[in-house]
């Protein structure tokens, strides 16, 4: 092929093939890209999807350990029968505080926590004892003896949130307008807790935890967003946010 060939009619074509071979390249690698990314959100969604399945469980696990110490406890008297009463009390609401606090962390979607939530509302509402020998320590009596103690400074939103379930199961009945309310109070900690929850699933720092407990003591969860009460007493029906304290 001689120069002339190469000139006229060679390099032509190439000039002329060379904008659509970028562009077929350009578009090929444009599609890779985006299979890739669909992979990996693909990839992302199942292991989220797995990571719930496992928390549920791991939930699931712990209320039968519940269930099998609440038998037990029938059996029991004395101080024997306290002891044990305060055991589970203890276990079932640090096991509802991290239920919470599984649902912050993106580990639980919204529909399994409001059905825990709304279970958690039918039994103050309900209030029965725990066994029938100790009629005393009922389910009020465990939240506001254990369950508030334990978790009123190491966890205030939860406690925020289980004092507005309080409220809410004073009205009469568990119905559609109740579970519509306890829909808008989650969608309340939905949308103050964005920039919390955002954090916490990526990897929070100290000092933004320590803010963020500092600048959002409650989540506004409480009726004119009041600030958690110092109180020398509790009453069996009134909570950090009351008035009338």
């Given at each position: 092929?001689?120069?002339?060939?190469?000139?006229?009619?060679?390099?032509?074509?190439?000039?002329?093939?060379?904008?659509?071979?970028?562009?077929?390249?350009?578009?090929?690698?444009?599609?890779?890209?985006?299979?890739?990314?669909?992979?990996?959100?693909?990839?992302i969604?199942?292991?989220?999807?797995?990571?719930?399945a496992?928390?549920?469980?791991?939930?699931?696990?712990?209320?039968?350990?519940?269930?099998?110490?609440?038998?037990?406890?029938?059996?029991?008297?004395?101080?024997?029968?306290?002891?044990?009463?305060?055991?589970?009390?203890?276990r079932?609401?640090?096991l509802?505080?991290?239920?919470?606090?599984?649902?912050?962390?993106?580990?639980?979607?919204?529909?399994?926590?409001?059905?825990?939530?709304?279970?958690?509302?039918?039994?103050?509402?309900?209030?029965?004892?725990?066994?029938?020998?100790?009629?005393?320590?009922?389910?009020?009596?465990?939240?506001?003896?254990?369950?508030?103690?334990?978790?009123?400074?190491?966890?205030?939103?939860f406690?925020?949130?289980?004092?507005?379930?309080?409220?809410?199961?004073?009205?009469?009945?568990?119905?559609?307008?109740?579970?519509?309310?306890?829909?808008?109070?989650?969608?309340?900690?939905?949308?103050?807790?964005?920039?919390?929850?955002?954090?916490?699933?990526?990897?929070?720092?100290?000092?933004?935890?320590?803010?963020?407990?500092?600048?959002?003591?409650?989540l506004?969860?409480?009726?004119g967003?009041?600030?958690?009460?110092?109180?020398?007493?509790?009453?069996?029906?009134?909570?950090?946010?009351?008035?009338?304290?």
């Amino acid at each position: 092929m001689d120069i002339d060939t190469l000139r006229n009619y060679i390099l032509p074509i190439i000039s002329a093939l060379t904008p659509i071979i970028f562009a077929a390249s350009a578009y090929f690698a444009y599609n890779a890209l985006q299979a890739a990314r669909r992979n990996i959100l693909e990839t992302i969604q199942i292991n989220r999807r797995n990571k719930r399945a496992d928390t549920i469980l791991h939930c699931n696990v712990r209320y039968d350990e519940l269930y099998k110490l609440r038998i037990s406890i029938r059996d029991m008297t004395g101080d024997a029968r306290d002891t044990a009463i305060h055991a589970y009390y203890a276990r079932f609401w640090g096991l509802k505080s991290d239920q919470f606090d599984y649902w912050l962390a993106g580990l639980i979607d919204i529909h399994t926590f409001f059905d825990w939530a709304s279970s958690t509302l039918r039994s103050f509402k309900d209030n029965k004892p725990l066994v029938d020998s100790a009629r005393e320590k009922d389910f009020m009596w465990g939240w506001h003896s254990i369950g508030w103690t334990d978790n009123e400074i190491t966890n205030p939103w939860f406690s925020q949130l289980i004092f507005t379930l309080i409220k809410l199961s004073k009205s009469d009945g568990v119905n559609v307008a109740i579970n519509d309310q306890l829909l808008e109070l989650l969608n309340i900690v939905d949308v103050k807790s964005r920039a919390y929850r955002d954090e916490l699933q990526r990897e929070m720092s100290i000092a933004f935890y320590v803010k963020t407990r500092r600048d959002l003591p409650n989540l506004g969860l409480l009726d004119g967003g009041v600030t958690p009460l110092r109180k020398t007493s509790r009453s069996r029906d009134q909570g950090p946010g009351d008035r009338s304290a």
